[in-house]
């Protein structure tokens, strides 16, 4: 289990800290007592909820690109981290082929400058790599969970350059790491959805943004099937994992961290779920775009890190779509209110008993 007091008073570096999941997980680790460096492009959506949450004041925020060896270099140099966690990336399916080579050179050659500096810094005690439940060679076969062993071959430049970054992590730790300095994992997440996404091309967004419109909600895939999982429940993994490998490096592995079976839901399920907590007659329609190839069905065995941490989701699909809602209703009514409600929702989920 978790053990949050670890983390007050230990220098973390997070890349990608101005992102949805980067936001939350900065959030954690203040409240948390760490002190939080952060490493990231400008936010990437106006709004976004870097700035809604007022993190920025709390932590130090360098604006840079991954791409910059010698910049994030300066970082570690500067902040001898003892715990980095790296979550930045282009993470968008339908960026990626608008933009293949910029995908590579970020999720790529990012991950080799990050690894390069925790390679060159000693203070560095436990590194995590987060990627992606789509690094797997995946030919559609119907209700197959991949598990860590399968092959690593994703079909789209953003799924097969997160297959890189694990490969290259791979390859760092076998290389460089192997005189017990430092403690080396990767994780594969499910789709991550939950209050504060304002993303393009992601379902809950869409959702939102269609409310805000006063429109019907489109959906593209309505039977495509996802492991769909709240926020908190990756980050609360990401977050034991650094702890236990810090302290024993028994605990460093490549782990899948996605949910029960029974979170793994069409596209069309979630949405009605969602339509039917609002309420007000909200309502979806289905209108294929025609664009480009995205796999159809995608499960995720997360039985490794259930049998090494003992961890279990904690809110399942029901649950999930009932604190977005709440989330969001919160966000229309008074932006203000949104560092509380976070607060209020960190503390439920990683503080009480379950």
Request: glycine fraction near 6%; aromatic fraction near 12%.
């Amino acid at each position: 289990m978790l053990d949050l007091n670890f983390y007050k008073g230990k220098k973390v570096l997070i890349t990608g800290h101005t992102g949805f999941k980067g936001t939350w997980l900065s959030k954690i680790l203040i409240n948390a007592g760490a002190i939080v460096h952060g490493y990231s492009l400008e936010a990437p959506t106006q709004p976004n909820l870097f700035t809604i949450s007022k993190v920025e004041n709390k932590m130090t925020s360098v604006i840079g690109d991954i791409r910059d060896y010698e910049h994030l270099k300066k970082c570690f140099d500067e902040f001898q981290p003892e715990i980095v966690m790296h979550l930045a990336a282009q993470p968008i399916v339908r960026d990626s082929y608008k933009e293949p080579k910029y995908t590579y050179e970020t999720n790529v050659i990012g991950t080799v400058n990050i690894l390069e500096c925790v390679r060159l810094t000693q203070s560095v005690k436990s590194f995590l790599n987060v990627t992606t439940d789509k690094v797997y060679f995946n030919d559609d076969i119907p209700n197959h969970p991949f598990k860590e062993d399968e092959p690593l071959d994703g079909y789209d430049p953003y799924s097969n350059s997160k297959s890189c970054s694990e490969l290259v992590t791979h390859s760092y730790k076998k290389s460089f790491f192997t005189d017990g300095r430092c403690a080396i994992s990767t994780a594969r997440a499910g789709n991550v959805i939950g209050g504060g996404d304002f993303a393009n091309d992601r379902i809950i967004p869409d959702c939102i943004r269609a409310i805000e419109a006063n429109k019907d909600i489109i959906v593209r895939n309505p039977f495509s099937t996802r492991p769909y999982q709240h926020v908190l429940e990756p980050l609360y993994i990401y977050l034991e994992i650094c702890e236990k490998q810090y302290k024993d490096r028994k605990y460093e592995g490549y782990y899948n961290v996605g949910p029960d079976d029974c979170d793994c839901v069409n596209t069309g399920d979630l949405v009605t779920k969602f339509c039917n907590v609002w309420g007000n007659n909200l309502t979806w329609v289905n209108k294929h775009d025609g664009g480009p190839h995205e796999a159809s069905f995608l499960k995720l065995d997360n039985q490794k890190i259930k049998d090494t941490f003992g961890w279990k989701p904690r809110w399942h699909i029901d649950e999930t779509i009932n604190k977005i809602v709440e989330w969001t209703k919160v966000y229309l009514d008074n932006k203000e209110d949104i560092p509380f409600e976070m607060d209020r929702e960190i503390m439920e989920f990683c503080y009480c008993e379950k």
